[in-house]
């Protein structure tokens, strides 16, 4: 039985991070189909600090980006969550609460983003109260922002923005951002 389960969805279990999350975690972060989103796949000792990171942001925030893995046979299957992002150089709509997911090849097209995401927007608004969700990524990122459409999040590109942590001149600079308030949220949950 695994321990520590924060959500559950209809196939899913989030939870808190493990020790055994470490091997598949960082040979997701090494992949680079995975990783094209990002300036660069992670090293073995990055992906390991990404989960020791994402461990204290749990300790100081109450939540954070957490494994995902399948209700039926315990695949881990990537990491979905709430993060308050914490760069050293400020994005231009903070500070916020992001939603954000990455997973592992096996489990593109089968809508797992899309329903553990939904969890956590439950959460977000629902259980602490957010007023406001956002999510951003790569302007090129077009699976991402799908998922974001279908969780009903809406962009205006007004807002579209370049990610303070890479050069302009970057091809992954320039980034979308999508919203989600919570009256907006209860209307589509009623």
């Given at each position: 039985?695994?321990?520590?389960?924060?959500?559950?969805?209809?196939?899913?279990?989030?939870?808190?991070?493990?020790?055994?999350?470490?091997?598949?975690?960082?040979?997701?972060?090494?992949?680079?189909?995975?990783?094209?989103?990002?300036?660069?796949?992670?090293?073995?000792?990055?992906?390991?600090?990404?989960?020791?990171?994402?461990?204290?942001?749990?300790?100081?925030?109450?939540?954070?980006?957490?494994?995902?893995?399948?209700?039926?046979?315990?695949?881990?299957?990537?990491?979905?969550?709430?993060?308050?992002?914490?760069?050293?150089?400020?994005?231009p709509f903070g500070p916020?609460?992001?939603?954000?997911?990455?997973?592992?090849?096996?489990?593109?097209?089968?809508?797992?983003?899309?329903?553990?995401?939904?969890?956590?927007?439950?959460?977000?608004?629902?259980?602490?109260?957010?007023?406001?969700?956002?999510?951003?990524?790569?302007?090129?990122?077009?699976?991402?922002?799908?998922?974001?459409?279908?969780?009903?999040?809406?962009?205006?590109?007004?807002?579209?923005?370049?990610?303070?942590?890479?050069?302009?001149?970057?091809?992954?600079?320039?980034?979308?951002?999508?919203?989600?308030?919570?009256?907006?949220?209860?209307?589509?949950?009623?």
């Amino acid at each position: 039985m695994t321990q520590d389960i924060l959500l559950e969805t209809e196939r899913l279990i989030c939870r808190s991070w493990q020790d055994a999350d470490l091997e598949p975690f960082a040979e997701m972060c090494a992949d680079p189909e995975v990783m094209r989103y990002f300036p660069e796949p992670l090293t073995y000792d990055q992906t390991a600090a990404l989960i020791d990171r994402a461990k204290a942001k749990q300790e100081q925030d109450g939540f954070c980006f957490v494994p995902i893995e399948t209700k039926d046979i315990s695949e881990f299957l990537g990491f979905v969550g709430l993060s308050i992002p914490a760069y050293s150089k400020p994005l231009p709509f903070g500070p916020c609460v992001e939603i954000g997911w990455r997973l592992t090849r096996s489990a593109w097209g089968k809508g797992y983003a899309s329903e553990a995401a939904t969890a956590w927007l439950r959460f977000g608004f629902e259980t602490i109260g957010l007023e406001e969700i956002v999510s951003f990524t790569a302007e090129t990122n077009t699976p991402s922002q799908k998922v974001m459409a279908r969780i009903g999040m809406s962009r205006d590109p007004a807002d579209d923005f370049f990610h303070p942590m890479l050069p302009e001149t970057h091809a992954l600079a320039p980034h979308v951002l999508y919203r989600l308030d919570r009256k907006t949220w209860a209307r589509r949950e009623m």
